[in-house]
């Protein structure tokens, strides 16, 4: 069986990056350089959507760390210290250089409207975008910033699930854990199958920021995490390579039969994903993976890639490949200095890290 040691060597923080970059850059081409979205290596790209692999990472590691230390104080705390700090300086930069356009002004909004905004965006309601910001970039002050929110409510939801899974007897957790990944893949299909009639209610904008609808991914990599010897036993007899080339192509296969490759994906393509992703990380890729020292990156490309690319946006950058790619370049830039001069010294705070396999987590 692997050791606890073995599981400390791992590859996420690397996959965690290689996730936000294809958000970042994914999402850039669709808004500033559209006609391109047909080419073969984008749509290679899309067979690996950034946000589901993010939850499932964050299940993987956000339950780990629970369960080697569930103080509520501490694990609240070490939370707070991950997401706020970078999140509220992101808001300041990214209102500042909005406002500094005249966007505002030539909107009619005024300073309580944009105060309303940041508080709204600084607090767990990420979701909130009112009309005065349609008009700008792609429509929303930073619209990846939805994930934060349904993260937010992950790690709400863990200490309330543990205290539920813990008195359950423990020869039947296992059967537990996946029916509550079952019902949850329902009501992810739920919330697709609700989309064509009520995707413009508030109701349904609501169910989609929820945590309900995307808790099957994170609970997936909870379920990994507590029977991580087993599965990596058995995944180990096949190497990295050929599990990712033939997810790759099962993936591919499942879209061009109408699958989603999204955000939205489904379980027939989330779980093969997952597979793939845990295999990947626990191979040479978490060599490579030592190489960041650490040091991650991936949470400030994440947040600052849509502000960088609004940005441009408004002044016309637009029609070219080349934009995302500089959208990429600058969003790294910022998010090394936000992680050197900001993020590190902050969880540097941590008494107790909430990471115990020395991965960070979204």
Not at 2 to 22: E, H, I, M, V, W
Not at 234 to 255: E, R, T
């Amino acid at each position: 069986m692997p050791s606890t040691k073995a599981l400390s060597y791992n590859g996420f923080d690397l996959l965690r990056l290689c996730a936000a970059t294809q958000v970042a850059f994914c999402h850039s081409v669709e808004f500033m350089s559209p006609s391109d979205m047909g080419h073969w290596w984008i749509r290679f790209l899309e067979l690996f959507p950034g946000v589901p692999i993010f939850f499932f990472v964050s299940g993987f590691l956000i339950s780990r760390s629970y369960e080697k230390n569930s103080r509520l104080a501490e694990y609240a705390t070490n939370r707070v210290l991950r997401i706020y700090p970078a999140l509220l300086l992101c808001l300041l930069v990214n209102i500042l250089l909005v406002a500094y356009t005249g966007y505002f002004s030539n909107a009619g909004a005024g300073p309580w409207d944009v105060f309303l905004l940041f508080v709204a965006k600084a607090t767990i309601f990420q979701f909130y975008n009112p009309d005065f910001m349609r008009g700008f970039g792609d429509g929303v002050l930073n619209g990846s910033l939805w994930t934060i929110c349904v993260e937010l409510q992950f790690y709400i939801v863990v200490p309330i699930f543990y205290w539920v899974f813990r008195k359950v007897a423990a020869h039947r957790q296992t059967f537990f854990l996946v029916a509550a990944i079952v019902f949850f893949v329902g009501v992810n299909r739920l919330l697709y199958w609700l989309q064509p009639e009520f995707s413009h209610t508030v109701a349904w904008k609501l169910f989609r920021v929820s945590f309900a609808p995307w808790l099957y991914m994170f609970l997936t990599g909870l379920l990994f995490q507590r029977h991580y010897s087993v599965i990596r036993d058995a995944l180990d007899k096949v190497p990295a390579l050929p599990v990712f080339l033939v997810y790759a192509g099962y993936a591919f296969l499942m879209h061009l039969y109408g699958f989603r490759i999204d955000n939205g994906v489904g379980p027939l393509i989330y779980f093969p994903l997952a597979i793939c992703v845990f295999r990947v990380a626990f191979s040479g890729f978490a060599k490579a993976s030592s190489w960041l020292n650490k040091n991650d990156v991936s949470y400030g490309i994440y947040i600052y890639h849509m502000p960088v690319a609004n940005q441009m946006l408004f002044y016309g950058a637009a029609g070219s490949l080349w934009y995302p790619s500089i959208v990429l370049a600058v969003s790294a830039a910022i998010a090394l200095a936000s992680w050197m001069l900001l993020e590190k010294p902050c969880l540097a705070i941590k008494r107790h890290p909430s990471n115990p396999i020395h991965a960070g987590s979204h």
